[in-house]
T-cell receptor, first 112, second 111 residues
Framework: EADIYQTPRYLVIGTGKKITLECSQTMGHDKMYWYQQDPGMELHLIHYSYGVNSTEKGDLSSESTVSRIRTEHFPLTLESARPSHTSQYLC???????????FGNGTRLTVT | QKEVEQDPGPLSVPEGAIVSLNCTYSNSAFQYFMWYRQYSRKGPELLMYTYSSGNKEDGRFTAQVDKSSKYISLFIRDSQPSDSATYLCAMSGTGGFKTIFGAGTRLFVKA
């Protein structure tokens, strides 16, 4: 059962296009995260949110932006996609205290 | 130097073997330790979650944490072809939000 929904699952777009990756959750968690994952590499945190109207940049420099207008929704936007943005993007949530992360199934983005 | 080191493999074993997966880390502030399993084209799925040192068992899976050596392990007994996946170790500190991941070990279990 998927409590974290990411759409689209796969996306191939041309350079310069604006795209939004969607992430929705039904877990009621305040904390949400976006990670970038490349083959054979560690997951890198690019954005996170502690709750509505809270957004912060993560460790990995990213040209993307995020918004958190509703608890259950945490979209990620690329204003002008480039081939260097080709990667898998994973959305995650976290419950209270020191709960572990729970992940969606990711969006695999290819920019041509 | 990376905060978390994990052998990328691939590790290939016959069905029924005991598998040992390991990670080392450098930050003594880590208190929570996790293992995730990731199938191809899927997101990471939480397998084991432990606090501080010690062992935790769940079915065929056992997680071990040795904080004195900064070393964590995941053992899989009676491995099955369905266990073929990438296994990610992860860890975080008390009160913080940041979780640090290893690069993952690819495991193949041959029937």
């Amino acid at each position: 059962e998927a409590d974290i929904y990411q759409t689209p699952r796969y996306l191939v777009i041309g350079t310069g296009k604006k795209i939004t990756l969607e992430c929705s959750q039904t877990m009621g968690h305040d904390k949400m995260y976006w990670y970038q994952q490349d083959p054979g590499m560690e997951l890198h945190l690019i954005h996170y949110s502690y709750g509505v109207n809270s957004t912060e940049k993560g460790d990995l420099s990213s040209e993307s932006t995020v918004s958190r207008i509703r608890t259950e929704h945490f979209p990620l936007t690329l204003e002008s996609a480039r081939p260097s943005h080709t990667s898998q993007y994973l959305c995650a949530t976290r419950g209270p205290h020191n709960s572990p992360l729970h992940f969606g199934n990711g969006t695999r983005l290819t920019v041509t | 130097q990376k905060e978390v080191e994990q052998d990328p493999g691939p590790l290939s074993v016959p069905e029924g073997a005991i598998v040992s997966l390991n990670c080392t880390y450098s930050n003594s502030a880590f208190q929570y330790f996790m293992w995730y399993r990731q199938y191809s084209r899927k997101g990471p799925e939480l397998l084991m979650y432990t606090y501080s040192s010690g062992n935790k068992e769940d079915g065929r899976f056992t997680a071990q944490v040795d904080k004195s050596s900064k070393y964590i392990s995941l053992f899989i007994r009676d491995s099955q072809p369905s266990d073929s996946a990438t296994y990610l170790c992860a860890m975080s500190g008390t009160g913080g939000f940041k979780t640090i991941f290893g690069a993952g070990t690819r495991l193949f279990v041959k029937a």
